[in-house]
């Protein structure tokens, strides 16, 4: 006989779970005592909320689902944040939360909260566990719900009682759910329908979402956007997918990206949208794409194909897998003129990449960064300006670029870039922020100094909420309101108050020589950039 | 103890969800959940079934009469009590067992309501406990599918 917190961790064991990111409280205190027995890192967050993006930039990189664990009541709502942002970029997660005792549910009980009510909107799954006995199959579920389909987090709520509780231990069998069976292979005949709108297109357009990466098929898309010379164009979340450089990529598409993009979804007269949800930000106008767009949509998660866009040929299944097998049906390109013609206006892009009155050029600082990192980087970008600047400014090569594309959580680089650096040590990882941002997370420079993580941290500081200031400038007549930071710390005596390295640099003169500063540094190294407050996002 | 909780409620959306959030939140057991409209468009009738005893179900009655949506709540008791369930059923019945299930089915006031040659369906309305008993008398027949709704109650 073992207990319900033992079972727990030789569930978390088999399942290969190495690190959990977490924040003790009383009603997780029997699991954090067996925990503490076993080979399972832990790492001591500062906030709940970071636990969970940390555990999020741990399983984009580790290409498995992160683990974090909290507390019940606050310790569990802390987290919803993070659930949200990683259900809403399809990011696999498995939350385990303490809960009051099952014998007072519901009786509102210090530190009670109805946690898997409270997060159902944002979790693919939850269960509240009342018998240890279940334990052995609710984790293997889990594991298997977060980590395959469409990825997203599971949150698992398990009562204090339940982790006390004995009893008779043995591993679950196989998972057989008999309401989710996600589709792997695409359909031969839609496989077919696409090869022949490819083969009478004249100006293919792939666009590429964050679905690539969940089916690791970038070298996939590669092969097939090289095979058949098809222009590409990403989402926020698909930056990435092809390295920046790429003769066929013309950058990222929306609100806030590439002119040239935008023009090439409106000029297609074939779209093939892989894995992305082309929300809102990502195409503006869904109306004015499809007048002779034909739009094939290639995603694993059947509720996302129509929803936003009116598509003619659905395929549903692994992005990895379906590139496969079109690429197997030998399709055929003959006109070439649409992709050569995009190739030179890509060419004739000006970048706006000169030297400011006050403050450094975030534009050209982050582009000057991407470059001196290794090729392999991975660049974590928070939300706001900075998030503008660095999706359209840096240069991705072989690596990653992390960012909250979907919810546009403020505070999720920092901690990305921790789980991130964790998840693949040997690499360089940098995190970018505002002034904004940086306080939303500036906590977790504790968690960095305590566990010795080693990432870059650039602060980009105009001492405003710098994209809020944009929207009140365009759309309420300059009526700035509530985006003045003054108050805001020295923030490199805060991270040398935390014992970590940084400077700060306010010209473009400084930074080649700062960047080198910060990357010949071993260990941690915050750098704040001074931005003058009205340089614009795009 | 089974109790029928009848309910006025606003008829406007997320209603049903607030009182079934509830109900899972405090870990009330439910047996049945019936949302209606009624006779005046701007209030949905909802019938609950729910088990506990006295102390549960008062904790469920001011809880539910908490929530704003809720108007008025009445646990009916069994005997100020008219109350049925309709019940379709589609059981197994070759040509050998078909005339056999139909005489059974009639003494169970249920009616054949479809007929094909390997199966028959029937429609019974009932109290509970008789539809109950006429599930446990078919089940040797071979039940293929049912589908019942919750208990619909009236205080008489």
């Given at each position: 006989m073992i207990t319900g917190a033992e079972a727990i961790v030789r569930c978390l064991e088999n399942e290969g779970v190495e690190i959990i990111f977490g924040y003790p409280g009383a009603t997780i205190a029997p699991l954090y005592d067996k925990l503490s027995k076993s080979n399972i890192r832990h790492i001591l967050v500062r906030h709940e909320q970071h636990a969970g993006h940390e555990a999020s930039g741990y399983a984009r990189i580790k290409k498995r689902p992160g683990v974090c664990m909290t507390t019940s009541g606050p310790g569990a709502t802390n987290l919803i944040t993070a659930l949200a942002t990683a259900y809403m970029d399809s990011v696999p997660l498995v939350a385990i939360t303490g809960q009051v005792s099952s014998d007072l549910l519901g009786r509102d009980v210090f530190q009670e909260a109805d946690i898997t009510g409270a997060a159902e909107p944002f979790t693919k799954y939850s269960y509240l566990v009342k018998d240890a006995e279940d334990l052995p199959r609710v984790i293997k579920e889990a594991f298997h719900i977060a980590a395959t389909g469409r990825p997203g987090p599971v949150l698992i709520d398990i009562p204090v009682n339940v982790q006390q509780q004995r009893i008779d231990f043995s591993y679950a069998g196989e998972v057989n759910l008999r309401g989710y069976k996600p589709t792997i292979k695409g359909h031969t005949g839609q496989i077919k329908r696409v090869c022949k709108a490819i083969n009478s297109a004249e100006q293919p357009l792939i666009c590429v979402g964050g679905g690539i990466f969940a089916a690791d098929g970038q070298a996939e898309l590669k092969r097939f956007a090289d095979t058949l010379n098809i222009p590409v164009v990403s989402t926020m979340m698909g930056i990435s997918a092809l390295p920046s450089a790429h003769p066929l990529f013309m950058g990222m598409l929306g609100m806030h990206g590439k002119t040239i993009a935008n023009q090439a979804i409106t000029d297609s007269d074939l779209l093939i949208i892989i894995g992305a949800r082309v929300s809102d930000r990502a195409v503006l106008f869904p109306a004015h794409v499809g007048k002779n767009t034909k739009i094939v949509h290639i995603d694993i998660d059947p509720a996302e194909i129509g929803k936003n866009l009116s598509t003619l040929i659905p395929v549903v299944g692994d992005a990895k897998e379906i590139l496969i097998q079109i690429l197997e049906a030998e399709p055929i390109r003959k006109s070439e003129g649409w992709t050569d013609s995009l190739k030179a206006k890509k060419e004739k892009l000006v970048l706006d990449y000169g030297p400011r009155e006050t403050g450094i050029n975030p534009k050209a600082f982050v582009n000057q960064l991407s470059r001196s990192l290794p090729d392999d980087h991975i660049y974590c970008a928070d939300v706001g300006q900075n998030q503008i600047w660095s999706a359209a400014n840096c240069e991705v090569r072989t690596g990653r670029f992390l960012t909250s594309g979907g919810m546009g959580t403020m505070g999720y680089s920092i901690p990305a870039a921790i789980g991130a650096k964790i998840a693949d040590p040997d690499k360089t990882v940098v995190a970018v922020c505002g002034d904004g941002s940086f306080q939303m997370q500036m906590m977790e420079l504790a968690t960095i100094s305590q566990h010795g993580v080693g990432i870059k941290i650039v602060v980009m500081k105009n001492n405003k909420l710098g994209l809020v200031k944009e929207i009140q400038k365009k759309s309420y007549k300059n009526n700035e309101c509530a985006v003045d930071l003054t108050g805001s710390p020295d923030i490199v005596a805060i991270a040398k108050a935390y014992g970590i390295p940084g400077r700060r640099i306010d010209n473009m003169d400084e930074a080649e020589e700062a960047i080198a500063e910060m990357l010949s540094c071993q260990c941690v190294y915050l750098l704040e950039c001074v931005v003058d407050e009205n340089e614009s996002s795009m | 103890m089974k109790h029928v909780l009848s309910a006025l409620v606003n008829n406007s959306p997320g209603v049903t969800s607030r009182v079934s959030g509830l109900f899972r939140r405090r870990g009330y057991n439910i047996d049945s959940f019936i949302g209606s409209s009624t006779e005046d468009e701007r209030f949905s009738r909802l019938t609950i079934v729910v088990r506990g005893d006295d102390v549960v179900i008062a904790q469920v009655r001011s809880q539910m009469e908490?929530?704003?949506?809720?108007i008025h709540i009445e646990d009916i008791k069994p005997e100020a009590m008219i109350s049925k369930v309709l019940l379709f059923m589609k059981v197994k019945a070759d040509i050998n067992d078909r005339v056999g299930i139909i005489v059974v089915a009639s003494a169970c006031n249920a009616k054949v309501i479809e007929m094909s040659k390997d199966y028959l369906i029937f429609e019974a309305l009932d109290t509970e406990e008789r539809i109950s008993e006429m599930i446990e008398i078919f089940k040797p027949y071979g039940i293929i599918e049912l589908v019942k709704t919750g208990v619909v109650a009236m205080k008489r």
């Open positions: - | 908490k929530l704003e949506d809720v």
